[in-house]
């Protein structure tokens, strides 16, 4: 599990940076999406997060803002763990409603740390 796992989460952290640097105007992994692994457990049948392993290296890339759209039919639970606190990252997450899949969050009420979204210029 881990082998395939980093490999997952490595070309996603790859794509990131290719499309930092401009090497690629744009890029995908089909194998990514590992949404639900929370930082230091995993969860969901994901083991690493590729996507909020992927947003954490554009921030220290240098980007000021990172927005992060969910088109899963669960919700990107482990990537709003991930950036609950951080005003630098938008998660929006598009899923099926919470009480009726896993992993029974992403409830309107969930908008992250208070004052969050005051980031400033």
């Not at 690629?24 to 995993?42: T, Y």
């Not at 482990?78 to 099926?96: I, Y």
């Not at 908008?111 to 969050?116: P, Y």
């Given at each position: ?15 990131a940076?290719?499309i ?44 000021e ?8 039919v669960?919700h ?11 005003p ?9 409603h ?24």
């Amino acid at each position: 599990m881990h082998e395939v796992s980093a490999l997952i989460a490595g070309q996603s952290v790859g794509a990131a940076e290719a499309i930092w640097r401009g090497e690629a105007a744009h890029a995908v992994n089909f194998s990514g999406g590992l949404h639900h692994a929370m930082p230091g457990a995993a969860s969901g049948f994901c083991v690493y997060n590729d996507a909020s392993l992927a947003i954490a290296r554009l921030l220290e890339l240098g980007a000021e803002r990172v927005a992060y759209v969910d088109v899963d039919v669960h919700h990107g639970d482990g990537v709003q763990a991930a950036f609950w606190e951080d005003p630098r990252v938008l998660t929006v997450s598009l899923h099926e409603h919470p009480r009726t899949l896993f992993p029974q969050t992403g409830w309107p009420e969930e908008t992250g740390a208070a004052g969050a979204g005051e980031a400033g210029p």
